[in-house]
C-alpha cells in the first residue's frame, strides 16, 4: 500500500504558503448563508462537489483578506500527573501520550526520554520543563529530560493558537529588529546537530538475563567526527568513541525480572549522551547470562538536518491555518462590510474572487474586506423590512432573502430556493412572511451590485456551521486549519 510521506504534505503546504504569498494572488475568508439549514437548524457536513460550492456563494455576506498564515500541529499542554512518550522515530503520527508539551509560557519542549521506575514503568511527569532555551536536553527531578524547541510569541498566539492548535514555523534568519523569541528559536535551530541519536527504543525486552548486558552502538557517519557529547548546558561535552569508526559507542541495559527495561548511554561522570554525525546506526546487545530470548534494541534518531533544525520537522506538521478578524460592521469609507445583526453559518477560504465593476472586468479584488450581498434602494418604504424574511417583486415576481436593512436599502441574497432574476425598476416589493413593504426607486438605478462577483473565484474550503449572530461589538476571530 503506498503512502503520502509527511515530507510530501509539508511540501504541500510549501507550495500553497508560495501562492498565498505571491502578490498576483489574493486569499480571502468568506462567511455567509443567515438562513436556517433545516427545520431543527443543525449543520449538515460540506460535502466535497460544485453543488456544494454553489449553494456557498449564494449565501455569502461577506469578505476578508488574509493577511496571517502558519504552519500548525496539534495543540498539547503540559498537564502534571501526565505520562508523555520519548519521541520516536518509528511513531507514525502522535502517540496517544503525546512526545512534546506546551508550558504556561507557550513555549514547546519535546520529550527525549521518559520517565521509569526500576522495573521499566512509564512515571507521570511532575515538575513543568521550562528555560534551558539553548536547545541542549536537560532532565527534571522527576526523571524526564526534555529539549527546548521554540516559543510562540505574544504576537503569533493572539493570531494563531487556538484550543486545538498551535502555530510552528522555520526561523530563517534574525536582524535587531527580531522578536526574542525569533532570536531564541534561530539560536536553537544552529544549535542543531546532524545525525543525532536522540536515545534507544525496546522493541522487546528479551527474556532470562540474570545481569545487566551492554549495548554496543555502531553507525556510518556523515563525516568523521562520529561520536557522543554529554548533556553540559552548552549541550556539548566530551566524545565516546570505540576502537574503529564503526562502534562508536557502549552502554548499559537496565533489567528487571530477567527482562531489558532501559537503555541508555552514559559516560563514568553518569550523564546521559546524544550522538551525533550518524547517517545510520544499529545496536547489538551481549552479555547478561544465557537469555532465553534475547532483548531487540534500536536507536531513535532524530531528522535528517538534527532536532532542532526544523520545528515543523520535530513536531510533524502537516496543517496550515490562515486567520482573520472581523470587528463589528468592518466599516470602509461610509459602507459597512459585515453585516451585524444577523447570524452566519458558513465559513470558507475564496482564491482570486474577481471585482463586479464594469469597468475592472477580470480583474482580482483587493480591497482588504467586501460586501458580497445585492442591494435595492427603495424610494419610500411603507412598513419596515426585517432581516430573514422573504421578499417578493409585485411586477417582477422575483424573489430574495432579506440579510440587512439600512434605511431605505435591502441588502439581500438569492438561493435555489428562491429563485434567481432581477427586480423591475420602481415595482412594489413586499415581504411574503411578513410586513415589509415598499417602492423601488424608478429615478435612479436601484440595484447595486456587490463588491465582489460570488461567481468568480476558487472556492478552496468549505466549513458548515451552527448559527453565530453578529454585533456591532463582536470580534469574530476565525481560524480556518487546513490538514493534508
Given at each position: 500500500?503506498?503512502?503520502?510521506?509527511?515530507?510530501?504534505?509539508?511540501?504541500?503546504?510549501?507550495?500553497?504558503?508560495?501562492?498565498?504569498?505571491?502578490?498576483?494572488?489574493?486569499?480571502?475568508?468568506?462567511?455567509?448563508?443567515?438562513?436556517?439549514?433545516?427545520?431543527?437548524?443543525?449543520?449538515?457536513?460540506?460535502?466535497?462537489?460544485?453543488?456544494?460550492?454553489?449553494?456557498?456563494?449564494?449565501?455569502?455576506?461577506?469578505?476578508?483578506?488574509?493577511?496571517?498564515?502558519?504552519?500548525?500541529?496539534?495543540?498539547?499542554?503540559?498537564?502534571?500527573?501526565?505520562?508523555?512518550?520519548?519521541?520516536?522515530?518509528?511513531?507514525?503520527?502522535?502517540?496517544?501520550?503525546?512526545?512534546?508539551?506546551?508550558?504556561?509560557?507557550?513555549?514547546?519542549?519535546?520529550?527525549?526520554?521518559?520517565?521509569?521506575?526500576?522495573?521499566?514503568?512509564?512515571?507521570?511527569?511532575?515538575?513543568?520543563?521550562?528555560?534551558?532555551?539553548?536547545?541542549?536536553?536537560?532532565?527534571?527531578?522527576?526523571?524526564?529530560?526534555?529539549?527546548?524547541?521554540?516559543?510562540?510569541?505574544?504576537?503569533?498566539?493572539?493570531?494563531?493558537?487556538?484550543?486545538?492548535?498551535?502555530?510552528?514555523?522555520?526561523?530563517?534568519?534574525?536582524?535587531?529588529?527580531?522578536?526574542?523569541?525569533?532570536?531564541?528559536?534561530?539560536?536553537?535551530?544552529?544549535?542543531?546537530?546532524?545525525?543525532?541519536?536522540?536515545?534507544?527504543?525496546?522493541?522487546?525486552?528479551?527474556?532470562?538475563?540474570?545481569?545487566?548486558?551492554?549495548?554496543?552502538?555502531?553507525?556510518?557517519?556523515?563525516?568523521?567526527?562520529?561520536?557522543?557529547?554529554?548533556?553540559?548546558?552548552?549541550?556539548?561535552?566530551?566524545?565516546?568513541?570505540?576502537?574503529?569508526?564503526?562502534?562508536?559507542?557502549?552502554?548499559?541495559?537496565?533489567?528487571?525480572?530477567?527482562?531489558?527495561?532501559?537503555?541508555?548511554?552514559?559516560?563514568?561522570?553518569?550523564?546521559?549522551?546524544f550522538g551525533s554525525g550518524q547517517r545510520k546506526a544499529t545496536v547489538t546487545v551481549s552479555g547478561g547470562g544465557s537469555p532465553t530470548k534475547p532483548a531487540s534494541v534500536r536507536p531513535i534518531i532524530g531528522c535528517d538536518d538534527g532536532m532542532g533544525a526544523d520545528p515543523r520537522d520535530d513536531l510533524k506538521s502537516?496543517?496550515?491555518?490562515?486567520?482573520?478578524?472581523?470587528?463589528?460592521?468592518?466599516?470602509?469609507?461610509?459602507?459597512?462590510?459585515?453585516?451585524?445583526?444577523?447570524?452566519?453559518?458558513?465559513?470558507?477560504?475564496?482564491?482570486?474572487?474577481?471585482?463586479?465593476?464594469?469597468?475592472?472586468?477580470?480583474?482580482?479584488?483587493?480591497?482588504?474586506?467586501?460586501?458580497?450581498?445585492?442591494?435595492?434602494?427603495?424610494?419610500?418604504?411603507?412598513?419596515?423590512?426585517?432581516?430573514?424574511?422573504?421578499?417578493?417583486?409585485?411586477?417582477?415576481?422575483?424573489?430574495?432573502?432579506?440579510?440587512?436593512?439600512?434605511?431605505?436599502?435591502?441588502?439581500?441574497?438569492?438561493?435555489?430556493?428562491?429563485?434567481?432574476?432581477?427586480?423591475?425598476?420602481?415595482?412594489?416589493?413586499?415581504?411574503?412572511?411578513?410586513?415589509?413593504?415598499?417602492?423601488?426607486?424608478?429615478?435612479?438605478?436601484?440595484?447595486?451590485?456587490?463588491?465582489?462577483?460570488?461567481?468568480?473565484?476558487?472556492?478552496?474550503?468549505?466549513?458548515?456551521?451552527?448559527?453565530?449572530?453578529?454585533?456591532?461589538?463582536?470580534?469574530?476571530?476565525?481560524?480556518?486549519?487546513?490538514?493534508?
Amino acid at each position: 500500500m503506498a503512502i503520502l510521506t509527511t515530507k510530501q504534505k509539508k511540501l504541500a503546504i510549501e507550495q500553497l504558503i508560495a501562492d498565498f504569498d505571491s502578490s498576483t494572488n489574493a486569499y480571502y475568508i468568506g462567511i455567509g448563508r443567515s438562513e436556517d439549514w433545516n427545520d431543527s437548524d443543525v449543520a449538515p457536513t460540506a460535502q466535497s462537489h460544485l453543488y456544494e460550492e454553489e449553494d456557498f456563494r449564494d449565501g455569502l455576506q461577506s469578505v476578508k483578506k488574509v493577511i496571517d498564515r502558519t504552519f500548525i500541529v496539534p495543540r498539547y499542554n503540559w498537564s502534571s500527573g501526565a505520562i508523555y512518550s520519548a519521541y520516536d522515530d518509528k511513531q507514525i503520527g502522535y502517540p496517544t501520550q503525546t512526545y512534546y508539551v506546551m508550558n504556561d509560557n507557550n513555549q514547546i519542549y519535546i520529550c527525549l526520554q521518559q520517565s521509569k521506575d526500576a522495573t521499566g514503568n512509564a512515571q507521570a511527569s511532575t515538575v513543568q520543563p521550562t528555560g534551558n532555551t539553548t536547545g541542549a536536553p536537560f532532565a527534571t527531578a522527576d526523571g524526564y529530560i526534555w529539549k527546548f524547541s521554540y516559543s510562540i510569541s505574544a504576537i503569533d498566539a493572539n493570531k494563531f493558537v487556538a484550543a486545538n492548535f498551535i502555530p510552528v514555523k522555520l526561523q530563517t534568519a534574525t536582524d535587531s529588529s527580531s522578536q526574542a523569541s525569533d532570536i531564541e528559536q534561530f539560536t536553537v535551530q544552529n544549535n542543531s546537530r546532524k545525525g543525532e541519536i536522540l536515545g534507544f527504543a525496546i522493541d522487546s525486552g528479551g527474556a532470562g538475563y540474570t545481569s545487566n548486558p551492554t549495548l554496543t552502538v555502531n553507525a556510518y557517519g556523515y563525516d568523521s567526527a562520529l561520536g557522543f557529547r554529554g548533556t553540559d548546558s552548552a549541550g556539548g561535552g566530551g566524545r565516546l568513541t570505540g576502537t574503529t569508526l564503526m562502534e562508536i559507542a557502549k552502554g548499559g541495559l537496565t533489567i528487571s525480572g530477567g527482562i531489558v527495561v532501559k537503555a541508555e548511554i552514559i559516560d563514568s561522570s553518569g550523564t546521559l549522551m546524544f550522538g551525533s554525525g550518524q547517517r545510520k546506526a544499529t545496536v547489538t546487545v551481549s552479555g547478561g547470562g544465557s537469555p532465553t530470548k534475547p532483548a531487540s534494541v534500536r536507536p531513535i534518531i532524530g531528522c535528517d538536518d538534527g532536532m532542532g533544525a526544523d520545528p515543523r520537522d520535530d513536531l510533524k506538521s502537516t496543517g496550515l491555518m490562515m486567520s482573520i478578524k472581523a470587528t463589528g460592521s468592518e466599516t470602509t469609507d461610509g459602507q459597512s462590510d459585515f453585516v451585524v445583526g444577523n447570524d452566519f453559518r458558513t465559513v470558507g477560504i475564496i482564491r482570486n474572487p474577481l471585482q463586479t465593476d464594469s469597468s475592472a472586468n477580470g480583474v482580482v479584488y483587493a480591497e482588504n474586506t467586501g460586501l458580497a450581498l445585492k442591494k435595492l434602494k427603495f424610494s419610500s418604504v411603507t412598513q419596515a423590512f426585517t432581516s430573514d424574511n422573504r421578499i417578493k417583486g409585485a411586477t417582477s415576481n422575483v424573489e430574495a432573502l432579506i440579510d440587512r436593512v439600512d434605511s431605505s436599502n435591502v441588502f439581500y441574497h438569492q438561493t435555489r430556493n428562491t429563485g434567481y432574476g432581477d427586480f423591475a425598476t420602481g415595482e412594489s416589493i413586499s415581504e411574503i412572511n411578513g410586513n415589509g413593504a415598499g417602492l423601488l426607486d424608478s429615478s435612479q438605478a436601484p440595484f447595486i451590485k456587490p463588491e465582489i462577483d460570488t461567481r468568480d473565484g476558487e472556492i478552496l474550503y468549505i466549513d458548515n456551521r451552527a448559527s453565530v449572530t453578529r454585533a456591532s461589538d463582536q470580534t469574530e476571530d476565525i481560524k480556518v486549519v487546513i490538514q493534508i
